[in-house]
């Protein structure tokens, strides 16, 4: 038996060994297993990990979280010091511009690894070529350039709006029904109109006598709804109903800016 005295020492020192002068009280046993340098990242058996931390009750530590590379981007490669799972990891001087056509195939590259691939619908563009400023390659949907898409990056044709890039469409949206494209051509004889709107186009609900012609966006009173306008159209905007005992749409001018905007009573 041990004297009462060295007995209340041994369990001092074992209790000090349990606590920890912090707040929490209960000592962190941190890193006495870690697997890695945390933030480091590897290729390691053809599969991507990366150094996390990893807590488990009071017990921290450093372990290898795996992304495993599989189907179509089975393959790892490291670019900016981290480990990503791509489609090669053998390095393709068509990803200079980020992206690149394979055929229908668009192709969008990590550094210099193609990374992964989208098929286009109908064809696939490459961008940065002479005439074309647009950075990389871009589905389209049409094989032929869009005269109506010349130097815009939306156009009409008919009662559908088409999105441009570098004089082909790259979507085509229906205006709806009721509804109409706006463009100049739209605007008919109203100058103010056509000054408006320039060489853009947007989906609108019609012609409104209601909304100001020479603004580009702007609200007006619909009896008790303000709605939104467009170059002296009503357009497909989230309209307002104004409520209370009495509800009143009230138009405000901005006579300094020739200008005004509508907007519900308080």
Not at 122 to 131: K, P, Y
Not at 241 to 252: A, E, F
Request: charged letters at 20%; a negative charge; aromatic letters at 4%.
């Amino acid at each position: 038996m041990l004297p009462r005295r060295l007995t209340r020492v041994l369990l001092s020192v074992a209790v000090v060994g349990l606590f920890s002068s912090t707040s929490c009280g209960w000592a962190t046993l941190s890193h006495e297993n870690d697997e890695c340098s945390l933030g480091a990242s590897e290729c390691f058996h053809g599969q991507a990990r990366a150094c996390v931390l990893h807590t488990d009750a009071a017990i921290e530590n450093n372990v290898w979280q795996t992304s495993a590379c599989g189907g179509d981007r089975g393959q790892c490669a490291v670019v900016e010091g981290k480990a990503i799972c791509v489609l090669s990891n053998v390095p393709d001087p068509r990803c200079a511009e980020h992206s690149f056509c394979d055929g229908k195939k668009l192709v969008t590259c990590e550094g210099p690894y193609p990374a992964s691939a989208s098929t286009c619908n109908v064809a696939c563009r490459q961008g940065g070529t002479a005439g074309c400023e647009h950075e990389g390659a871009f589905c389209t949907t049409s094989d032929a350039p869009e005269p109506r898409c010349a130097g815009k990056e939306r156009a009409c044709k008919g009662d559908r709006l088409l999105y441009c890039t570098c004089g082909y469409p790259v979507e085509d949206q229906s205006c709806g029904s009721p509804g109409t494209c706006l463009d100049a051509a739209a605007c008919g004889d109203d100058t103010s109109c056509r000054s408006c709107i320039g060489d853009g186009a947007a989906c609108a609900m019609g012609k409104d006598a209601r909304c100001p012609s020479a603004q580009v966006g702007t609200t007006a009173c619909a009896d008790d709804t303000v709605m939104s306008c467009a170059c002296g159209f009503r357009t497909f905007g989230f309209d307002t109903q104004c409520t209370g005992s009495t509800p009143r749409c009230v138009v405000h001018e901005e006579p300094g800016a020739g200008s005004s905007y509508a907007s519900c009573a308080p």
